[in-house]
C-alpha cells in the first residue's frame, strides 16, 4: 500500500517524488462525460445552496446585533461562537438526511 514511501531512495523508483504513480490505488475510474441533462439538477442544487447561504448570513447578522446588548462580558463570547458553530454545523449535517 505504501510501498513509494518506503522505496524513497531506491534506484528503481522516485518513491515519493513520482509523480505518475500514486501510494494508493483505487482500481479503474470511468467517468461519463456530463451530458444537457445535469443542467437542471445543476440549477437545483445552486439555488438551495444559495437560499441556505442566504440564510446564513442572514441568522449571523441577527447574531451579530443580538451579540452586541447580550454578550457583555469577555466570557461569553467563546460560549456563543462555540454554541453557534455547533448549531449550524448540526443543521447542515443532519439537513440531507432528514430531506433525503
Known amino acids: ?36 441533462r445535469v443542467i437542471p439538477a445543476s440549477f437545483i442544487v445552486g439555488a438551495i445552496c444559495g437560499v441556505m447561504g442566504g440564510v446564513f448570513v442572514i441568522v449571523n447578522n441577527w447574531m451579530g446585533f443580538f451579540r452586541k446588548y447580550y454578550i457583555n462580558k469577555n466570557w461569553m463570547r467563546p460560549l456563543e461562537a462555540m454554541f453557534f458553530s455547533f448549531v449550524s454545523t448540526t443543521l447542515f449535517f443532519w439537513a440531507p438526511y432528514i430531506f433525503s
Request: a negative charge; proline letters at 3%.
Open 1 to 36: 500500500m505504501f510501498s513509494n514511501v518506503w522505496s524513497l531512495f531506491n534506484a528503481d523508483h522516485t518513491g515519493l517524488l513520482d509523480i505518475n504513480s500514486s501510494a494508493l490505488k483505487f482500481g479503474t475510474v470511468n467517468v461519463v462525460a456530463p451530458t444537457l
